[in-house]
């Protein structure tokens, strides 16, 4: 059986660098723009000093505060297969309420509205 696999992985192997060789028959005389620094969002031929939406960088930062949130809330949610205490169940509700006062505190202040009427 070992045999079996292992020659399976050499075969793979061997097709994988024969299609990589045989597809990478592009070459590219112009390297300029691939040497030139990249921003995701930002036209890299543009004005460099162009004005930065401070909207977009509000959103951006309240998106990463949320979503690390939500993902501390994961191996919480794995115990309610097991007995839970109320002490813990206490700090379960009381992250929650946090949570959603910020949620709503930044809805009602409008920072979540991308589009100001």
Partial sequence: MFILTS????VLCLILIMVYYLTNYLSYSDSSEKQTPFECGFDPL?????????RF????????I???EIALLFPVLSMFSVKISFLMSMALLIFLLVLLFGMFHEWNEGALDWFST
Avoid at 57 to 64: G, R, T, W
């Fill in 7 to 10: 020659s399976f992985a050499i």
């Fill in 66 to 68: 949320f979503d690390v």
């Fill in 46 to 54: 543009s004005k460099m000093r162009s004005p930065f939406s401070t």
């Fill in 57 to 64: 960088f509000l959103l951006v930062v309240l998106f990463l």
